[in-house]
């Protein structure tokens, strides 16, 4: 008896169903052992790090209310009570923490006048590479202040003069360093246009701004965009 093609095309599907399930089946005798263990190895991963944002969440939570202690400590004059969480913060994982509780403890010893260790911690801060890069630069001019008695000029600017730029900003606080050691250096035309530099850019703070226009002006140097010193200029102190 002949074969319809409808029969035809219904018996080459079900064996193609067949080969379908035979392939499968084959695969996971073969595989599956290994399918359902880099299952649970990602559920395993996935769950890891679930826990490990909860305990970084914790953590950071418990870090800032130390944080919080240590000032409203230093607001009331109890400078010895902020010492050991600013120790411990200043060891912390987060970047963020530990810069800030650095910067405090430089600030704390450059009020007790220990100068070289306050560098110290400026420093660390300023080549923590994990340090957000406005922290480093904050962090590389405090320590250059701190310092500037002790550095050769040139240093200075070397050190800054990258951060001397216009719209840049820490024109307005590298720039009058570098200035100041151009001065050491005798670079008095330089430093007029430094000045000038700083008086010029709309983004520097305003004092800064005014401080800067009296000091081009008196070395000669225009500071382009700047046509006169802002009107309560004779007040600045």
């Known amino acids: 008896m002949?074969?319809?093609?409808?029969?035809?095309?219904?018996?080459?599907?079900?064996?193609?169903?067949?080969?379908?399930?035979?392939?499968?089946?084959?695969?996971?005798?073969?595989?599956?052992?290994?399918?359902?263990?880099?299952?649970?190895?990602?559920?395993?991963?996935?769950?890891?790090?679930?826990?490990?944002?909860?305990?970084?969440?914790v953590a950071a939570g418990v870090e800032g209310?130390?944080?919080?202690?240590?000032y409203q400590s230093l607001a009331a004059g109890n400078t010895?009570?902020?010492?050991?969480?600013?120790?411990?913060?200043?060891?912390?994982?987060?970047?963020?923490?530990?810069?800030l509780a650095t910067f405090t403890q430089a600030d704390i010893l450059l009020e007790k006048k220990d100068t070289k260790g306050?560098?110290?911690?400026?420093?660390?801060?300023?080549?923590?590479?994990?340090?957000?890069?406005?922290f480093r630069d904050l962090a590389l001019i405090r320590q250059t202040v701190a310092e500037f008695d002790a550095l050769k000029p040139q240093v200075v600017v070397d050190r800054l003069r990258p951060l001397a730029v216009p719209g840049g900003a820490w024109l307005?606080?590298?720039?009058?360093?570098?200035?100041?050691?151009?001065?050491?250096?005798?670079?008095?035309?330089?430093?007029?246009?430094?000045?000038?530099?700083i008086a010029a850019d709309s983004n520097v703070p305003e004092t800064l701004r005014q401080r800067a226009v009296q000091m081009a002006s008196a070395m000669n140097a225009r500071a382009s965009g700047t046509a006169a010193a802002p009107a309560n200029q004779g007040t600045t102190r």
Do not use: C
């Open 118 to 134: 306050a560098i110290a911690k400026f420093a660390s801060v300023a080549g923590d590479a994990a340090v957000a890069q406005p």
């Open 65 to 70: 209310e130390q944080l919080q202690s240590a």
């Open 80 to 99: 010895a009570a902020a010492g050991a969480p600013l120790s411990t913060l200043a060891q912390s994982r987060n970047a963020g923490y530990r810069a």
């Open 2 to 57: 002949a074969v319809t093609p409808a029969n035809n095309e219904a018996f080459f599907r079900e064996v193609d169903e067949e080969l379908r399930r035979d392939r499968a089946a084959r695969f996971w005798r073969q595989w599956g052992l290994w399918v359902l263990v880099a299952i649970v190895v990602g559920l395993a991963a996935f769950g890891g790090w679930l826990y490990w944002q909860h305990r970084r969440t």
């Open 172 to 197: 307005g606080s590298a720039g009058e360093l570098v200035a100041a050691a151009y001065l050491k250096m005798g670079r008095r035309a330089d430093a007029g246009q430094m000045f000038a530099r």
